[in-house]
């Protein structure tokens, strides 16, 4: 039986069809569900290629270097001791990766989130004063960055470009930011 036939006798009887067009389905289905579980060489290889294809066409050109040897900044004993407790106030991160910046990194990526405002900012410093002594701390004069943290994150850089969009610094009350920060 050649395909023209099959066709015809499956278009006589249009049920059948159906039938065959579910079951062909199933299979195909399990097939693949076989595939997943057991993940054959092949198809590794062929995910990778795939993979490899999708960041080729994220934008970086062939021109791009690609860093040899990278760099992993780490929070150590000896960082602590001569910075305090973890976590560090925004300002000390934000002064930190301008280091690093400076210093001619091509990239930054952190694996942090920042989901609730800065205590250790003067605004919330104050704030604290205020409420369990009752007395109003004066900083006049000071200016509003100094005042608030969050507006001097790392992704609050100005001039920054090696930053990854990954670390966040939207407060827990609010989904937006406070301060609106440019993504770099």
């Known amino acids: 039986m050649d395909f023209l036939a099959v066709r015809k006798a499956l278009l006589a009887k249009p049920e059948r069809m159906y039938v065959w067009i579910f079951l062909s389905g199933i299979c195909v289905t399990i097939l693949l569900a076989v595939l997943d579980v ?11 290629k795939l993979y490899d294809t999708q960041l080729r066409s994220s934008g970086l050109s062939k021109d791009t270097q690609t860093v040899k040897n990278p760099v992993i900044i780490d929070i ?6 001569q910075f305090g407790q973890w ?3 925004r300002y000390r991160l934000a002064l930190l990766l301008k280091k690093i910046d400076d210093l001619g ?3 930054v990526g952190m694996d942090m989130f920042f989901p ?3 205590r250790t900012s003067l605004v919330s410093v104050q704030k604290d004063i205020e409420h369990e002594y009752r007395v109003r ?6 200016s509003p960055e100094m005042m608030d943290n969050d507006r001097r994150s790392p992704m609050c850089l100005p001039g920054a470009r090696s930053f990854w969009p990954t670390t966040s610094f939207l407060p827990a009350t609010t989904s937006s930011p406070r301060h609106a920060c440019p993504i770099l």
């Not at 150590?76 to 001791?81: G, Q, R, T, V, Y």
């Open 105 to 107: 990194a091509s990239s």
């Open 116 to 118: 609730e405002s800065d």
């Open 87 to 89: 976590p560090w106030p």
């Open 76 to 81: 150590d004993e000896k960082s602590l001791a």
């Open 38 to 48: 057991y993940k054959p060489e092949f198809f590794r290889f062929l995910e990778y």
């Open 137 to 142: 701390v004066n900083l006049e004069g000071i």
